[in-house]
């Protein structure tokens, strides 16, 4: 049964591994005995990070908005370890724009970093996948992948477009052993969640729209995040688990 959730001697890259969901899972996967090597821009948190989570890690600085250092990213990720056997993409960002006032500024660098970056890091991660004969893409999807929320617009587009673009690529790449599958989160407390949670009217609203009752903790992903990493989900892909506390159920 243990060989069902065993990591160990994984090497896997997470982007966004400095704050939130992303450095939780840096943590948890480190925990387990995989080899983790955590992306991000700020050398601090990085460095805070990879102490905190012990075990065998790299740090990696690079914004993963710029398409054009997407390359250069990815190859960094396999000189630590050798190259990923797991891609984790929880780096993101919303800018919280109500319709009327959205830039093509924010625009862009939301749909690069949520849905550009996802897509380029996996396509150069995947030959030595493919190589392997096994391989794991985890995705970030969002409730905004399939609900409209106010201020929303250019943060759900770009997560409407992670969740088919899962599913695009486990159809491109599952055949080659490598599985691609996507965590949804309801209301987490994070730093990309922080004006949500410094409201507590509206922090309370929306516990009270899951069926559990309350918000998520980041340790809540755990268990989702780690059966998509291991060999539990080898016939899973192409899939989207809301780990939403059953916000979408109602």
């Not at 983790?36 to 990879?50: F, I, M």
């Amino acid at each position: 049964m243990n060989g069902l959730f065993d990591v160990s001697g994984r090497v896997v890259c997470v982007t966004g591994a400095s704050s939130g969901l992303g450095r939780q899972a840096g943590i948890l996967l480190a925990e387990a005995g995989a080899k983790v090597v955590g992306v991000a821009r700020r050398v601090d948190a990085l460095a805070t990070w990879a102490g905190e989570a012990g075990g065998e890690t790299a740090c990696i600085t690079g914004d993963l908005s710029d398409r054009h250092a997407l390359g250069t990213i990815a190859a960094a990720a396999a000189e630590p370890f050798g190259a990923p056997d797991i891609l984790i993409n929880a780096a993101g960002i919303n800018t919280r724009q109500n319709a009327d006032d959205v830039t093509a500024e924010g625009w862009d660098v939301t749909l690069n970093l949520n849905l550009a970056a996802p897509f380029f890091l996996a396509q150069a991660m995947v030959p030595a996948m493919k190589e392997r004969g096994w391989g794991r893409i985890i995705n970030f999807a969002s409730l905004q992948s399939r609900r409209a929320f106010a201020n929303g617009i250019t943060y759900g587009a770009s997560k409407g477009g992670v969740e088919q673009m899962t599913r695009a690529m486990a159809e491109a790449w599952s055949a080659d052993g490598i599985t691609a599958n996507a965590l949804a989160p309801g209301f987490f407390r994070t730093e990309l969640t922080g004006p949500v949670f410094a409201d507590a009217a509206l922090a309370q609203r929306n516990a009270d729209q899951t069926c559990i009752g309350r918000n998520g903790e980041p340790s809540d992903l755990d268990g989702p995040l780690m059966f998509f990493c291991a060999p539990a989900s080898d016939y899973v892909t192409g899939q989207v688990l809301f780990v939403d506390g059953g916000f979408t159920a109602k």
